[in-house]
């Protein structure tokens, strides 16, 4: 069919180019949304890393002046981060990931307006930031997952009232850029989105989440460089070898990652009998004193437990001595930063304690390669804890750049997995999800009946 030119038909050649005109404004109005979510999503990552390594060297600055300074940042640092979120920013509560996981759920319209608003995502980056530079065992990867999902949702808020699978694609495309922003692990993040966060994976929303992981991944990787979250690890086992270190590192650090989810439950759940009652009444209180317990075990343990355990996950790969006792102390200090109630993810400080794991079961196998075996022991208790096992895998490889370990990582993945399925009902994140939900349903039960009682 011939084109017809503007000197042939000046007014339907018009009319064409106004159709034109007008469905490609339409068509990149729905993409900037997403493009500009992923870029500022890739820089809020690299605003959190930065923040987060700068306090946690100004900690430790603090600490060789003298570890007692501990006993004053630690407690108090916590219970100024406890204040402000139920001040200032009741929505930035939790580690990050379950509170995205949860606003996927049909029916949380009017939660989502307030976990996933942007005053959330500013809330969750000014307070992991501050309870990282207590000393406190956080992390700021799972965090960055909601803050990923609020700035989604903010860009895309008009579209999402309307539509609940836009609203899905939008908050599973902002984890996963998260997530790759985050370590430098684009597929990684498009891993965690599947497995992790979507349970029901749409397949529309692909594009959007691809779209977003790599805008997001190289916003940060413009800035930051391209690195390796833990190096570079060239190692390799043998095939005589791996039959027995990967079900060993499997059983052992997969064991003691799946009953480290169900003490998580238990403690998402309710705290012991006065503990509970204490965090209840004097929630900043509480803080304070879990504060002063995770300063004295970093102080007795010549301050190795205190921060995200990057450094010291980044030293136990790299060989260095002195950290054998590293794992048990940071699961502990894990837990009690847990239970305090100051917003902080788990996510990057269990790859840390499964670092340490890994260097225990190392020494039951002194011939075999020192890195392959704490790696295999990262993969096993990360999969073990969350149950993502394709998850566990991928980011541990890609935050190695060891491909050649991809079958012994994969194979100690599922073992830890399936353990972790015969001693957890459920896995973590989904489980501290719908705890979450219940818990934030109930509250604002609680304001309606509150608000329609104040009228009448």
Known sequence: MPTTTLWQNPQHWLKRRMRFLHRSSLLWRRRAPVWMGGILIGLMAVILAQGSHLSHELFYKAYDNSPLWALLMTPLGLGLSVWLMNRFFSGSSGGGIPQAIAMLE?????????????????????????????????????????????????????????????????????????????????????????????????????????????????????????????GVALVTLDPGQSWLAIPVCGVIAGLIGALSARLFIRLTHQLPGPLHRWRSRFPVGFAVGCGIVLALIGIAADGMTFGTGYWRARDIIEGAGGLESYGILKLLTLFISYISGAPGGIFAPSLAVGAGIGLNVATLFPAYPHTAMIMLGMVAFFSGMTRAPMTGFVIVMEMTDSSSMIFPLMLTALIAAGISRVICRHSLYETQARLYLNVQREREARREIDHTASRT
């Open 106 to 230: 049909p029916g949380t319209l009017t939660l989502r307006e307030r976990i996933l608003s942007l005053r959330a995502a500013i809330g969750k980056i000014i307070l992991c930031t501050l309870s990282i530079a207590s000393g406190a065992s956080f992390g700021y990867e799972g965090p960055i997952v909601q803050v990923g999902a609020a700035i989604k949702y903010s860009l895309g808020r008009a579209a999402a009232r309307h539509h609940e699978g836009v609203t899905r694609s939008l908050i599973l495309a902002g984890g996963a850029a998260g997530v790759a922003a985050a370590f430098n692990a684009p597929l990684a993040g498009i891993v965690f989105a599947i497995e992790e966060m979507g349970r029901a994976f749409d397949q529309r929303a692909s594009g959007t989440i691809l779209l977003s992981v790599i805008l997001a991944g190289l916003t940060a990787m413009s800035i930051n460089g391209d690195y390796n979250y833990f």
